[in-house]
């Protein structure tokens, strides 16, 4: 592929609505790790909860409501739309899977170090891990489930 046709095929890929939504759900998962990171790190090293993963699950809670706020208002925000308490209940469902499968992965690569505190690479390690696999659940149930058309009524 010359530069044209990569730079033609790039332009395409962008015009599709649902690499745009991906593209704006990755923007609002980077703030909504920072968020997720700083909460759990403030909760495991300096208000010394434990376990570790307790303090991981903390984090990703208070990063759901920073997803639902920015997701429902800029990433989906051309869908019909449904009753916010409706949205938010299925945007928490859908968190809370994920919150379960990020849960579970950052437990067990923690089980393999025995050190407490965990070293600070080994904890965000473990949480980058769970976090790049979690995304891709939580993008797509979310756009099927959570902000999809089925029986929405559209709304101003």
Same mark, same amino acid.
């Given at each position: 592929? %010359?530069?044209?046709?990569?730079?033609?095929?790039?332009?395409?890929?962008?015009?599709? #609505?649902?690499?745009?939504? !991906?593209?704006? $759900?990755?923007? &609002?998962?980077?703030?909504?790790?920072?968020?997720?990171?700083?909460?759990?790190?403030?909760?495991?090293?300096?208000?010394?909860?434990?376990?570790?993963?307790?303090?991981?699950?903390?984090? $990703?809670? &208070?990063?759901?409501?920073?997803?639902?706020?920015?997701?429902?208002?800029?990433? !989906?925000?051309?869908?019909?739309? #449904?009753?916010?308490?409706?949205?938010?209940?299925? !945007?928490?469902?859908?968190?809370?899977?994920?919150?379960?499968?990020?849960?579970?992965?950052?437990?067990?690569?923690?089980? $393999? %170090?025995?050190?407490?505190?965990?070293?600070?690479?080994?904890?965000?390690?473990?949480?980058?891990?769970?976090?790049?696999? &979690?995304? $891709?659940?939580?993008?797509?149930?979310?756009?099927?489930?959570? !902000?999809?058309?089925?029986?929405? &009524?559209?709304?101003?």
């Amino acid at each position: 592929m %010359d530069g044209i046709s990569v730079s033609n095929w790039l332009v395409g890929q962008l015009q599709r #609505k649902g690499i745009r939504q !991906f593209i704006k $759900f990755c923007i &609002v998962g980077a703030s909504s790790t920072l968020i997720d990171f700083t909460v759990a790190n403030i909760a495991y090293y300096v208000l010394h909860v434990r376990p570790a993963a307790l303090a991981s699950v903390m984090g $990703f809670c &208070v990063a759901v409501v920073n997803g639902y706020t920015w997701n429902s208002r800029w990433t !989906f925000r051309d869908r019909k739309r #449904k009753a916010v308490h409706k949205e938010f209940l299925g !945007f928490v469902t859908v968190n809370v899977v994920g919150a379960m499968l990020n849960y579970s992965i950052v437990s067990l690569i923690l089980m $393999f %170090d025995h050190q407490d505190p965990h070293p600070k690479w080994v904890f965000n390690g473990a949480k980058v891990l769970a976090t790049g696999i &979690v995304v $891709f659940w939580n993008f797509f149930a979310n756009r099927r489930w959570t !902000f999809g058309q089925k029986g929405a &009524v559209r709304t101003p």
